[in-house]
């Protein structure tokens, strides 16, 4: 004891001393052995999943339908967009033109067409390529065959007229492209005059498209977040009670004297295993589910490929990666946050 | 080995303080025997030495640690330098007697070695040996207590503090968790008990102190006749109260101050 027996009185400064020497050696006790300590807190974190085998499962069942339901707003988004991408892509101005245009002419209606920001291709055929077409996509059809010999040919041919077929980047605004065909010199004399370019007819269906597509990405963004939200809000809410449950447990930990960090420990071990098992359940049931589901989804003219891709290459793994790892980080933040409320009472 | 220099308590919306100017001095190795009813300030004292509570005035020096110094961050360690035992166990529902006893040396960070070596050597202390993998619920109330002893022992503290150790215990294991305190006090270990149960004072002829309101009321050594309403202390030989400089003082003057009442008040009842 640090008591002076002459004066009777404490000797501030020899205590503050021994005080600070005391607790000097007693935190670096606290960092002997850290590997140690790591081993410790997963052994009993894995323990104590073993030994809360019905609130582990009900948290781990929880958490992998939460990211089921988060994959399946991710992918309904993804297929969403690539769909109403594909659809656009399909879009296409015609333009008619004169029928029985030289080569040299077409050229120079190409390579005006070609020099407009909006242009992403544009495919040209005289009428001669526009007959074969029409041979091509009637050669089904003994009917029509049977009545083409070469003098309805030439007919054919010299009534047809060229096409361009002008795909763009954006849809929305054909107004460049619309002003070239109808102003510029060369497109005024060799447009064909009597049927008109299909960019007014395709107009409602592109403005249907584009705002499918649209809804498709930030709607599925949108969703995803506030599904991404809704899961941690859930998954931490039962691992707070499985928590909540043991809070007596934590105050006893904390009396005896144990460090915060090794309080914490089993408990944020506990959780990421049912991260992982959760995890690993959700992609699971996920790959399956749309291994089924792909094909009849296909039929319906849905663009699956991106997914589908993903999910047949070895791709996989980093899905199954990416489900785990959110497994991990969900259940480690929800345990952390929902021990603390409990470790820094008292 | 334990020093309170008026230490003062007042929790927020309490008309009177939980600790009023509470002074003591606990030599080492000794056995003392903190006795109050519920109310008297116990529990805030005991609160006091494992830094549950800070006091709001008065110093408190534990095994030569000033416990003003001790910050957030060193409260852990501190802690593992005493043995605490708790009225309820408080051992760890969820983990086997074994490794609620092997969960204090773990904290400290010992190896699985000197683990594997020091457990069963505590359980055979507490004659808990045979009972090592089972978990706290299956043990009967005395058994929990002796586990909890043997958690609070294994470190090999300086200071064994146990608050209400036999209060929810029968007679007979009373006795047994009273005579396993005594045998670890053999040992060298300082030892403070909080109990409002006068047999088990008697029963152990040690330092008693008495609380009430907040305050120390009496402080002496237990000729075997105590009682909690203090009827009989009359007949004991006050202890001098060892406190240095002017909280001694302090000290007498409060111990003389309730000394005279109680004359006045068994003078009233004798009329």
């Known amino acids: ?346 | 080995m334990i020093l309170l220099d008026s230490v003062t308590k007042k929790y927020p919306g309490d008309s009177s303080p939980a600790l009023d100017s509470v002074s003591l001095h606990i030599e080492p190795n000794e056995f003392v025997f903190l006795v109050g009813k519920s109310g008297a300030g116990k529990s805030t004292l005991m609160k006091m030495i494992t830094k549950e509570e800070i006091p709001d005035s008065g110093k408190i020096i534990i095994g030569g640690i000033d416990l003003d110094y001790v910050k957030k961050r060193h409260i852990p360690g501190y802690r593992r330098r005493l043995g605490v035992v708790f009225q309820d166990f408080k051992l760890l529902p969820r983990r086997t007697v074994y490794e609620n006893v092997a969960f204090a040396l773990e904290i400290a960070g010992m190896s699985g070695r000197e683990i594997r070596r020091i457990v069963p050597k505590v359980l055979e202390l507490v004659d808990l040996l045979d009972q090592a993998k089972k978990f706290p619920y299956q043990l009967s109330g005395g058994q929990q207590q002796r586990v909890s002893i043997a958690r609070s022992v294994a470190r090999q503290p300086k200071i064994l503090i146990a608050d209400e150790p036999t209060a929810n215990l029968d007679k007979l294991t009373t006795q047994e968790i009273i005579q396993l305190l005594k045998k670890i006090n053999d040992f060298g270990t300082t030892i403070l008990v909080t109990t409002h149960n006068e047999n088990i004072v008697n029963n152990l002829q040690k330092r008693v102190v008495t609380m009430k309101d907040g305050k120390i009321v009496s402080d002496q050594k237990n000729n075997g006749f105590y009682k909690l309403d203090g009827s009989s202390t009359t007949k004991a030989p006050t202890r001098p109260v060892q406190i240095p400089g002017h909280a001694l003082k302090r000290q007498q003057i409060m111990v003389n101050d309730v000394t005279k009442e109680q004359r006045k008040s068994s003078r009233k009842e004798v009329a």
């Open chain 1, 1 to 346: 004891m640090v008591l002076d027996d002459k004066t009777g009185a404490m000797k501030e400064k020899k205590l503050k001393k021994v005080t600070k020497k005391s607790l000097r050696t007693m935190q670096r006790t606290r960092q002997h052995h850290p590997v140690r300590n790591e081993a410790r807190i997963i052994k009993y974190g894995a323990k104590g999943f073993g030994r809360n085998i019905w609130l582990s499962t009900a948290a781990t069942a929880v958490m992998a339908i939460t990211l089921i339901i988060l994959f399946i707003t991710v992918v309904a988004s993804v297929i969403l967009t690539s769909t109403a991408e594909m659809m656009k892509d399909k879009i296409d101005i015609t333009v008619y033109l004169k029928p029985g245009l030289s080569e040299q002419i077409l050229d120079n209606l190409e390579t005006i067409i070609r020099n407009d920001p909006n242009t992403k291709s544009v495919e040209v055929s005289n009428s001669e390529e526009e007959y074969g077409k029409f041979l091509k996509e009637n050669e089904d059809s003994d009917e029509i065959i049977s009545v083409l010999d070469d003098e309805m040919k030439a007919l054919m041919i010299a009534k047809m007229q060229g096409t361009m077929r002008i795909k763009v980047y954006d849809v929305d605004d054909l107004s460049s492209i619309k002003k070239i065909v109808e102003e510029d010199i060369y497109f005024r004399d060799y447009v064909d005059k009597e049927k008109a370019p299909t960019y007014d007819v395709n107009q409602a269906e592109i403005a249907t498209i584009t705002s499918w597509a649209r809804i498709a990405r930030t709607g599925g963004i949108i969703l995803a977040a506030v599904f991404l939200v809704i899961s941690i809000l859930i998954i931490f809410s039962t691992i707070r009670m499985a928590i909540f449950s043991r809070r007596e447990e934590i105050y006893m930990m904390k009396l005896v004297g144990a460090e915060k960090g090794f309080i914490r420990g089993p408990f944020l071990i506990e959780a990421e295993i049912c991260g992982i098992i959760a995890g690993l359940i959700a992609a699971t049931v996920s790959y399956f589910g749309f291994e089924f589901l792909a094909p009849r989804l296909a039929n319906y003219g849905i663009d699956v490929t991106v997914i589908v891709d993903i999910l047949e290459s070895n791709k996989l793994i980093l899905v199954y990666l990416m489900f785990v790892g959110l497994g991990i980080v969900i259940g480690r933040l929800s345990a952390r946050l929902a021990v603390s409320k409990y470790l820094n009472k008292a």
